[in-house]
């Protein structure tokens, strides 16, 4: 009998990611779609950031921070269908001998860029690097994911007024805003960039063609936020 | 005399000036020396603003890019106040940079508690992978910076105003033998060190010198021992290297006596020499300490 076992580096689609999901959830029918990132997301990996397994340590590569280290199902998910890594890895996550947390780990995980865990450390961390490839004169971005609730940690406003201040274009922020924030306003996420600098525009977090134009925007002399709206997570 | 904190200064800009993969990330903070350098290379010097957790986390997101960081302010803000972003920015994510915190415990003596940090060694002695360096004299300041910015891994740089009368060749995990002696060793870290050794004249102790205490050279410490009796003289918390004296010594009885900071909360204001006589770390103070210790031997044997 032969086995045949497919190449991990096989293009895999959308359609994918609720399989690939459900080996971590043991659920497919509710929880990759309830997944809050999923869709920008496959967006960023599948149309928007120059880089590849093939490219990890290309200094001129994209850098994508999952700054929102909470539930990064769809975030593994979305790696093992671009290749990152190997799917079989998927079911024993969260194990002893896993290196898939429920806190991604760049040292231990091929094409995660930041560790994280803590919320308010990746648009810091992003600024960091976006000073660091302008220095290096190097064009590449850096899109840094947050959640509407991480923006209550003060650090983020930190970077914000930097970040606008030095007027950082290679650097954006998708902020997934499904309401989670204890205080939230409908409304008052992108006026706060905006008061400090920042291209702001505000889609649909479902809609992959509408992410695609805006993630794809960049604005001279102005780092941008995208304010990706998805269903209430309390509703 | 050069004073250490224009040195580190100075020698950071020309750290900058002789390498494109240096960065220099401050918080306002003896911004009063970097004009110069930001105006040459404002790409690679950056001032964050009075914004402390985001300086800790920029110099981290700069070595993500492959860049050499050094990242100043002072030691109560660096360390204390940007914590987490210490410990998650570089060491978690496993990157190198060089911070320097200025201050240390004494310096702005006048300032009071929220300007003293004898806590920020031992905080970054919790994580994995920091070497600490506690120069003594400003052209030791010089040559670890340059060393540390030569390398790739993750340093800690304590620069402050007291000073010891000579300098010291750099060997970071490496301890100078001062002096040698029979009834105790003293080891004298960074600027403590003048003062330890006006307190043991004429007393038959051995002293050390360091100015990089992580790593921490056991090996010398047990070469030159003979009376199993230490005594550590730090200029921050006492006792933070006391875990490794004791692992030294693993094999044999001995005594240790740990001078350093005793009460962060002293509650005074006043000078950088009435603070160190207030925590006896001056002559008179280290002399007491260490002929009491060497006194409750003489009676025990």
Redesign the interface.
């Known amino acids: 009998m032969t086995i045949t076992r497919e190449p991990t580096t096989r293009q895999r689609g959308y359609h994918d990611l609720a399989r690939l999901m459900s080996l971590m959830t043991g659920d497919e029918k509710h929880s990759h779609a309830a997944t809050s990132t999923l869709d920008v997301l496959w967006v960023l990996y599948d149309r928007i950031l120059d880089v590849s397994p093939q490219t990890l340590d290309n200094?001129a590569r994209d850098?994508f921070y999952l700054s929102k280290g909470h539930g990064p199902m769809a975030y593994y998910a979305v790696l093992a269908a671009k290749g990152f890594l190997d799917e079989n890895l998927l079911p024993g996550w969260a194990s002893y001998d896993s290196p898939l947390g429920y806190h991604p780990?760049?040292?231990l995980v091929p094409g995660v860029?930041?560790?994280s865990g803590?919320l308010g450390?990746g648009l810091?961390?992003?600024?960091?690097?976006?000073?660091?490839?302008?220095?290096?004169g190097?064009d590449s971005r850096v899109v840094v994911l947050v959640g509407d609730a991480e923006l209550d940690e003060?650090?983020n406003h930190?970077?914000v007024?930097?970040a606008g201040?030095?007027g950082l274009d290679n650097l954006t922020v998708v902020v997934v805003d499904n309401r989670s924030a204890t205080y939230n306003r409908p409304g008052q996420i992108a006026p706060r960039f905006a008061h400090e600098g920042w291209h702001t525009v505000t889609v649909d977090g479902r809609d992959h063609a509408a992410l695609e134009v805006a993630l794809k925007e960049r604005t001279p002399d102005h780092p941008s936020v995208v304010v990706a709206e998805v269903e209430e997570k309390y509703s | 005399m050069r004073d250490p904190r224009a040195t580190f200064a100075q020698t950071a800009a020309q750290l900058v000036d002789e390498d494109l993969s240096v960065?220099l990330?401050y918080a306002e903070i003896s911004g009063q020396y970097f004009g110069d350098v930001e105006r040459r290379h404002p790409?690679?010097v950056?001032n964050?603003?009075i914004?402390e957790?985001?300086l800790v986390?920029?110099?981290?997101?700069?070595?993500?890019?492959?860049?050499r960081?050094i990242v100043h302010t002072f030691g109560s803000f660096l360390v204390e106040r940007a914590f987490?972003?210490l410990k998650?920015?570089f060491g978690?994510?496993?990157v190198g940079g060089v911070l320097v915190g200025s201050a240390g415990s004494f310096d702005i003596a006048a300032g009071g508690r929220t300007h003293q940090a004898p806590g920020d060694v031992p905080l970054v002695d919790t994580l994995p992978g920091f070497r600490i360096h506690v120069p003594g004299h400003a052209d030791e300041v010089e040559q670890l910076l340059r060393t540390a910015v030569a390398g790739d891994g993750r340093d800690y740089i304590r620069v402050v105003s007291q000073q010891n009368d000579t300098a010291f060749p750099v060997r970071p995990g490496h301890f100078h033998v001062v002096r040698r002696g029979t009834q105790a060793t003293v080891l004298a870290v960074g600027p403590t060190l003048s003062p330890v050794l006006d307190a043991v004249a004429g007393l038959d102790v051995g002293v050390l010198y360091a100015s990089t205490v992580r790593p921490f050279d056991s090996q010398t410490l047990r070469g030159v021992i003979g009376t199993p009796d230490v005594v550590l003289v730090e200029p921050y918390l006492a006792g933070t290297s006391a875990r490794f004296v004791d692992d030294a010594l693993l094999d044999v009885p001995h005594r240790l006596l740990s001078l350093g900071v005793r009460d962060p909360e002293l509650r005074r204001y006043g000078t950088a020499e009435e603070h160190i006589a207030a925590h006896g770390l001056d002559a008179t103070g280290l002399r007491a300490s260490i002929t009491r210790f060497l006194g409750d031997a003489d009676r025990a044997a």
């Open positions: 200094p850098r780990d760049r040292n860029e930041i560790s803590s450390h810091p961390l992003a600024v960091g690097s976006a000073l660091g490839l302008r220095a290096q190097l003060g650090t930190e970077a007024e930097l201040a030095l | 960065a990330v790409d690679r950056v964050v603003g914004r957790q985001l986390s920029v110099g981290a997101g700069l070595a993500l890019t492959g860049m960081p987490e972003q998650l920015g978690h994510q496993g």
